[in-house]
Every structure is written in C-alpha cells, then in structure tokens.
C-alpha cells in the first residue's frame, strides 16, 4: 500500500518562506510522478496550485513555487501572507491511471 | 468559462444506491479526462475513480472497486457516479474535477461538491 507523506502542521509568519514537501512511504518522488498541489480553505473546494512538478495553474500568484528537494516533491511559499493559511495537499500520479492523495498539511500564518 | 456542477448527493441507508451527476460547460467532457475525488468530514482528499477523455479505460480507488462506476454521457456533457453497496465509510463530500491537458496528470477544475450520507 503507497502511503504519501506529507507534514500535518506547518507555521510560518508573514512575509517568511516556508517549504512544504510530499514523499513516499518507500522510494522517491520524482517528476515521473507529475506531482500536483492543491488549497482548501474550511467549506470550500480544493484550488488548484502547482502541477507537472513545478507549472502554476492559471491566475496562481508566483510567491508559490514548486520543485523536486531530494527525494521528495516540495511547495514553496515565499512572502507568505495571511490568505495564505490553509489545507496544503498534494497528489502524486502512481501510473496505471491511479492517484494518491498526501494526508494534507494545515498551514498556520502567524 | 470552464465549470462543473455536482449533484444527486443525500442520505442514504447502508447497502444502498445513489447516482451521482457532474453537470459541465466551458468544455467537452469528451475531450478531458474526468475524476471523482471525496473527503470524508474533517478528513483529508482520497481520490475515488477516473475516466480517460476517450472513454477507453476507467480506473479506481482500492476502496470503491467493485461498488462504484464511472460513466459519462457526451450528448449531456455529464459525468456520472454510480454507488452501489454504500457503506458508512463512503459517507464524504463527492467532488468533481477535470483533468488537466493530455500528459498532465492532475485535476484542474474542481466542482463545488455534493455530500453523500450514508446511514441508517
């Protein structure tokens, strides 16, 4: 069973970077694996952020970045604010037409 | 402008049916690849069955094979869930998302969602 890992809770303050990363219960994640991130606000849809490891969605501010960091897929926020405080998650292509969602990381801006 | 619309979530009682619907416009489902994405309440994403844009291969959840279908009707431009054997567990909010362009492998557009109870 692939379990994707990511951190439960990440605080940054205002204006700081702050690096999220999603990875593998076993082996490494790659851009084979096309990962894709997402927002959600309490009540609301996922949005989309990042996708193709490191492609912005349309109309997604550029202070949200998104790489490969070792052996893990990572999202950056650089010049965090406030709007920012949110459900992170992201989502990692297995192949064979299946996707596994991390468990999400809640975001605290203060 | 791209949009999808949810619908035919409710309460249901355990071993029971529900048909879900994904109303589109701003684009051909026939032209996308489609996906069902749920969150169990205050629960995280899980990724519940996907259809190709050419309607050749369906693919699902571990957790729903055997008991869900993915369909589509192109005339309609609507995606469809079909739950069979609902269990508690499958009790979430039902999201409906298009895929992103060929070779990009993610969910582009989200619908609001439809909430699904299962319960007796």
């Known amino acids: 069973q692939t379990v994707v890992t990511q951190e439960p809770s990440f605080s940054v303050s205002p204006g700081g970077t702050v690096t999220l990363t999603c990875g593998l219960s076993?082996?490494?994640?790659?851009?084979?694996?096309?990962p894709s991130w997402y927002h959600q606000t309490p009540g609301q849809a996922p949005r989309t952020l990042i996708y193709?490891?490191?492609t912005r969605s349309s109309g997604v501010p550029d202070r949200f970045s998104g790489s490969i960091l070792g052996n893990k897929a990572a999202l950056t926020i650089t010049g965090a604010q406030a709007e920012d405080e949110s459900d992170y998650y992201c989502v990692l292509h297995m192949g064979s037409g299946i996707w596994v969602f991390g468990g999400g990381t809640k975001l605290t801006v203060l | 402008q791209v949009q999808v619309v949810e619908s035919g979530g409710g309460v249901v009682q355990p071993g029971g049916s529900l048909r879900l619907s994904c109303a589109a416009s701003?684009?051909?489902?026939?032209?996308?690849?489609m996906h069902w994405v749920r969150q169990a309440p205050g629960k995280g994403l899980e990724w519940v069955a996907f259809i190709r844009s050419d309607g050749s291969n369906k693919y699902y959840a571990d957790s729903v094979k055997g008991r869900f279908t993915i369909s589509r009707d192109n005339s309609k431009n609507t995606l469809y869930l079909q739950m069979n054997g609902l269990r508690a567990e499958d009790t979430a909010m039902y999201y409906c998302a298009k895929g992103g362009e060929r070779g990009t492998y993610y969910f582009h557009y989200w619908g609001q969602g439809t909430l699904v109870t299962v319960s007796s």
């Open positions: 701003g684009f051909s489902v026939s032209s996308y690849a």
């Open positions: 193709s490891t490191n």
């Open positions: 076993s082996g490494s994640v790659s851009t084979s694996f096309y």
